[in-house]
């Protein structure tokens, strides 16, 4: 019972304090970090390789959203845009990995 008394009067405050300062500067240096996955995805969206693909998404997505009674998915159209977009980081992404 005192060895836990002396724990909770020397040693638990300043730890958690020490602890807290320590986890505030791991977030700032975690959002410094920048995936090059989500960059490289982003830079192929916008490419012409699948700017077909996701122009037929698009579409597909416009037409299912107008109709309140449908069974028409747009998951043909959402695979073509992922395959064509994964394709195009799989060229790319390769170069970034150290």
Do not use: Q, W
Not at 11 to 20: C, F, L, R, S
Not at 41 to 53: D, G, I, L, N, W
């Amino acid at each position: 019972m005192v060895f836990e008394n002396k724990m909770i009067m020397y040693g638990e405050p300043d730890d958690k304090e020490e602890e807290a300062l320590a986890e505030e500067e791991g977030e700032e240096e975690e959002e410094d970090m920048v995936d090059p996955l989500e960059t490289i995805r982003a830079k192929c969206e916008a490419s012409e390789h699948c700017a077909h693909t996701r122009e037929r998404l698009e579409a597909c997505t416009a037409r299912v959203g107008s109709r309140s009674h449908t069974e028409e998915e747009c998951t043909e159209e959402l695979f073509d845009f992922l395959h064509a977009r994964d394709h195009c980081v799989a060229h790319k992404l390769f170069h970034n990995v150290k």
